[in-house]
Nanobody
Framework: QVQLVESGGGLVQTGGSLRLSCVASGNIFSIGTMGWYRQAPGKQRELVASIITIVRTTYADSVKGRFTISRDNAKNTMYLQMYRLKPEDTAVYYC???????????????WGQGTQVTVSS
């Protein structure tokens, strides 16, 4: 069994910063693509950023230049550094990871429980 646990969300003023973390635990053999998604009230869940390696990252246009995704493979941890936050960044942020567990053959997708980010104007 694999678990993803996010942390680092909170309330911040416009222009502020937050750093989200996602730790994967369990019987993990390898982690492939990891990503951050977010879902605002009444809206569909959307991809914020994804990372395969430090040089293979993607970002939603709305966060380019403000957010930075990274990962520490030794710690099975992914981060999302968010700068110059805007009220429209308010959402529940979810961690997603494709994980191959020990003894498994394929990568399966897992989700964290989400962490709330609220940006006040």
């Amino acid at each position: 069994q694999v678990q993803l646990v996010e942390s680092g969300g909170g309330l911040v003023q416009t222009g502020g910063s937050l750093r989200l973390s996602c730790v994967a635990s369990g019987n993990i053999f390898s982690i492939g693509t990891m990503g951050w998604y977010r879902q605002a009230p009444g809206k569909q869940r959307e991809l914020v950023a994804s990372i395969i390696t430090i040089v293979r990252t993607t970002y939603a246009d709305s966060v380019k230049g403000r957010f930075t995704i990274s990962r520490d493979n030794a710690k099975n941890t992914m981060y999302l550094q968010m700068y110059r936050l805007k009220p429209e960044d308010t959402a529940v942020y979810y961690c997603n990871a494709h994980v191959r567990y020990s003894g498994g053959t394929y990568f399966n997708g897992y989700w964290g429980q989400g962490t709330q980010v609220t940006v006040s104007s």
